[in-house]
């Protein structure tokens, strides 16, 4: 089993940034891919960004290209994401997850474990 939490929302003005954290504890050695989604009230949870085990391959919706940073620090057992030049739309709760196949995920079966999610919430 493994067990994420994450930490780092809140509440921020249109056009500021906040950095979630996610972090892993028990069999992490199973871990591989890492990513983040999001879900909106009244809306169905979305992806939102990947990474590879070793960091070097990332892969982000298009929503938040440019302005969102996903990276990780395997020592630390924890995933991080970045985001700058937030907008309302960003408003959301913002799960990691974690998968144990080999390969980057884009779907949510595609994960095996979830943390318990982290509310973001941008005003305009």
């Known amino acids: 089993q493994v067990q994420l939490v994450e930490s780092g929302g809140g509440l921020v003005q249109a056009g500021g940034s906040l950095r979630l954290s996610c972090v892993a504890s028990g069999r992490t050695s199973s871990i591989y891919g890492m990513g983040w989604f999001r879900q909106a009230p009244g809306k169905e949870r979305e992806f939102v960004a990947t990474?590879?085990?070793?960091?070097?391959?990332?892969r982000y919706v298009d929503s938040v290209k440019g302005r969102f940073t996903i990276s990780r620090d395997n020592a630390k057992n924890t995933v991080y994401l970045q985001m700058n030049s937030l907008k309302p739309e960003d408003t959301a709760v913002y799960y990691c997850?974690?998968?144990?196949?080999?390969?980057?995920?884009?779907?949510?079966?595609?994960?095996?474990?979830w943390g318990q999610g982290t509310q973001v919430t941008v005003s305009s």
């Open positions: 990474i590879s085990w070793s960091g070097s391959i990332t």
């Open positions: 997850a974690t998968r144990t196949g080999y390969g980057l995920g884009y779907r949510d079966y595609e994960y095996d474990y």
